[in-house]
């Protein structure tokens, strides 16, 4: 069965430090993968799609990045976090059937 | 801009009573529509998904599908305290490989 792993669960950084997290999905080839923002008590924000290798597509213009460097490993970037980068952060990945199955998200709190 | 619109609540249900969730969408193609269950500080949890007009059942949900109308709801029988969770609702759009997100909708269910 398909397993997606994201870490880490939490943490904390100062403004203007570099951010990196990492998603893995398990048992399933070429799937699409997704990074998702949510702010409290908001809905998801989709930051970021990517439907194979070293494709990437952005949907919210800002100072993130993600990368995917292999079939089933889907990365988000920051050179220099901001206040307002703060949130959970979800990668979570499909296929053909096209529902998403999350990951157990990154909670974000730069200060 | 294609849009998922739900009621944000909160809904409040007695203990054992029927909870009914309403989503309506703008995209008339859509063809793909799904529930998520989120816990506070949890990832979205796929509950139901849905293709055709009509009703599905799973255990004590349903969900129902109107396309002429654009509506999809989920209906929750013998409603528990665990129950209580936000419900999103997410329709499929075919052109951009994207899940469009609702909101979501805080159910409480009080004992």
């Known amino acids: 069965s398909q397993t997606i792993h994201q870490w880490p669960a939490t943490l904390v950084q100062p403004v203007g430090s570099p951010l990196s997290l990492e998603c893995t999905v398990e048992g399933t080839s070429n799937p699409n993968l997704y990074w998702y923002r949510q702010a409290a008590g908001r809905g998801l924000q989709l930051l970021f799609y990517?439907?194979?290798?070293?494709?990437i597509s952005s949907e919210v213009p800002q100072n993130l990045s993600a990368s995917r460097p292999q079939d089933r490993q889907f990365i988000l970037s920051s050179k220099k976090l901001l206040l307002s980068d703060s949130g959970f952060y979800l990668c979570?990945?499909?296929?053909?059937?096209?529902?998403?199955?999350f990951g157990q998200g990154t909670r974000l709190t730069v200060v | 801009q294609k849009e998922v619109e739900q009621n944000s609540g909160p809904l409040s249900v007695p203990e054992g009573a029927i909870a009914s969730l309403n989503c309506t969408y703008s995209?008339?193609?859509?063809?793909?529509f799904f529930w998520y269950r989120q816990y506070s500080g949890k990832s979205p949890e796929l509950i139901m998904s849905?293709?055709s007009n009509g009703d599905k059942e799973d255990g004590r949900f349903t969900a129902q599908l109107n396309k002429a109308s654009q509506y999809v709801s989920l209906l929750i029988r013998d409603s528990q305290p665990s129950d209580s969770a936000t419900y999103l609702c997410a329709v499929y759009a075919d052109s951009n490989y994207q899940l469009i997100w609702g909101a979501g909708t805080k159910l409480i269910i009080k004992p």
């Open positions: 849905i293709y």
């Open positions: 995209d008339r193609v859509s063809q793909s």
């Open positions: 979570a990945w499909s296929e053909l059937t096209v529902e998403a199955f």
């Open positions: 990517s439907v194979g290798i070293g494709q």
